[in-house]
Structure formats: C-alpha cells, structure tokens
C-alpha cells in the first residue's frame, strides 16, 4: 500500500510557474516509476509527466514538453512537477501515482495508486 499526497497548487497568472509536490508513504516509494495526470472539468484524465525509478529518465506529454519538468527525491520520497509558462489550458486537478508496469506510460490503467490531487488554476 502506498499513500500520495499532492501539494503546491493555487491561482497563478498566465505566464507563471508553480511547483507540484507529491509525498509518498508506505511501501518503499523508491520501488515505483511515477507519473503526473490531469483533469480539467468535462475532461478525461491525461496523462503530463512520469519519471522512471532513478528519475534518470522522463516522459512528457507534447502539450507541456519543454515547460513542464517532473523530478524526484526519493530519500524525500517525494516527486516534483516543475510547472513554467503557464497558461488557461493547463488548468486543471493534477494527480500523482504510482506505475505497476505496462509499456506505456501514459496510459491511466499502468498506474495503481493515486493521491487526491491539487488544483491548479492558470487565469487569462
């Protein structure tokens, strides 16, 4: 069992940055690849962001390549989602979790755990 927890979300201008955080607990978190989802109203989740178990490697939706990065500590069992430029479409609930497998990494149905989100709102 592990539990998420999503930090760091707010109201920030267009154009602004915030910083994701996502604490870990319970099983080893170092044990697990993990990813960054969304959901904005009236929208299925999507996938933003993952990160192998090192964090030497990582994935990016093409919506947010080059300004988004997602980081991990995992002496801190934490992972971090680097949030710059953003903009009104980038405003949603972002979710952390844990991927079991699977070769994709954006598909939802490869991550089990789940935190409860932060809600992130980018203002025109």
């Known amino acids: 069992q592990v539990q998420l927890v999503e930090s760091g979300g707010g109201l920030v201008q267009a154009g602004g940055s915030l910083r994701l955080s996502c604490a870990g607990s319970g099983r080893t978190f170092s044990s697990y690849a993990m990813g960054w989802f969304r959901q904005a109203p009236g929208k299925e989740r999507e996938f933003v962001a993952a990160t192998t178990l090192s964090g030497y490697i990582t994935y990016y939706a093409d919506s947010v390549k080059g300004r988004f990065t997602i980081s991990r500590d995992n002496a801190k069992n934490t992972v971090y989602l680097q949030m710059n430029s953003l903009q009104p479409e980038d405003t949603a609930v972002y979710y952390c979790?844990?991927?079991?497998?699977?070769?994709?990494?954006?598909?939802?149905?490869?991550?089990?755990?789940w935190g409860q989100g932060t809600q992130v709102t980018v203002s025109s």
């Open positions: 979790a844990t991927k079991i497998g699977g070769s994709s990494w954006s598909s939802i149905s490869n991550y089990n755990y």
